[in-house]
């Protein structure tokens, strides 16, 4: 007995951002996040499900286009998170898979968060499991990265911490929840790419390396006001208010990140200049703010009336840079054709 799902699921960039964890292995946060669902980066995973035992099969496209045996770090991560969804669906057999990015791999942006919540998704629709979302974002948070928990909803999304569940009750129960669909609210997010190669430092690492740093309470203690000037913002659309938090936020984490032990340093002299040109926008009227992950990649959030000058603005930079345009979308989708 074999079935086949594909499902194609964005990656997320966090206004809020998770950093630091109360256990790393279950992927329980310290504090809430919150995020917005992109549309053209996005990952697709091809999960069948074949009853007779043995290893599972995990392939991925390469940069030349042809997929390949995926890289062992990779390939283990992928392996322990379908034993996992074995174990807890209480099935036997194995899983083969194939998957692939629309855009850099590791490089801070997000893309575990698609890739783990495009192979939980599609790997409950290999077995035939019909989950709630609830379940889904626990599940694909239990892949141990986090935000993939956001990306299994669209538009904007909160994830909570743990403590508003109560301790008992947080593995299963932790889980992200939509805040307000794509469709209230268009806003883009013009992705200056100055490092496509995987990042030095993985955010498991920054979450394990969060606490050491004298900053990291007082991150903390400024979140809850951050967190619902954000919601607000978000319910009113307004966009200045929004902005002004989102990029005081991404800065407080690499703040964080710099003064952990050892220090994490993501961004790139590049990062210096597009912040800076970011805020010469200000200046000039265009309204666009900062944000990033943990990379050396900077999103720039905006409206619809001034993407394509945030866009020509970014590159008429002298500096090595691609970009991505992206946008709110309604997040993850089952498709038709499969990638085997
Ligand atoms: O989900 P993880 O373990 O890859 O951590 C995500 C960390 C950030 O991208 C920096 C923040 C976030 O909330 O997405």
Known sequence: ???????????????????????????????????????????????????????????????????????PAFADRVRQHLDFLRRWAKIEGRFRIATENSFPSAAGLASSASGFSALTLATLGAIGRQTSTAEESALARLSGSGSAARSVLGGYVEWPASSSFGALSSRAECYACQVMPAEH?????????????????????????????????????????????????????????????????????HCVAMTSEPAIFYWSPATLTILEAVRAMRMDGIAAFSTMDAGANVHVICQPEVEGEVAQRL????????????????????????LF
């Open 315 to 338: 590159e008429q930079l002298d500096i090595e840079l691609s970009l991505i345009r992206d946008c709110v979308g309604p997040g993850p989708v089952v498709e038709d054709e499969h």
């Open 185 to 253: 609210w268009d806003l883009r997010n013009v992705i200056a790419v100055v490092e496509r190669g995987a990042k030095l430092i993985s955010s498991l690492d920054g979450h394990r390396r969060a606490q050491t740093s004298p900053y990291f309470h007082t991150r903390q203690r400024r979140l809850p006001g951050r967190l619902k000037a954000v919601r607000r913002a978000i319910e009113t659309r307004d966009f200045e208010r929004l902005g002004k938090v989102i990029e005081t936020e991404a800065i407080d984490l």
């Open 1 to 71: 007995m074999a079935a086949k799902c594909t499902v194609r699921s964005p990656s997320n960039i966090a206004f809020i951002k998770y950093w630091g964890a109360k256990d790393l292995d279950q992927a329980i946060p310290i504090n809430p996040s919150l995020s917005m669902t992109l549309t053209n980066c996005y990952s697709r995973s091809t999960v069948e499900w074949v009853s007779e035992d043995g290893e599972h099969e995990i392939q991925w496209r390469t940069s030349s286009g042809d997929f390949e045996a995926a890289p």
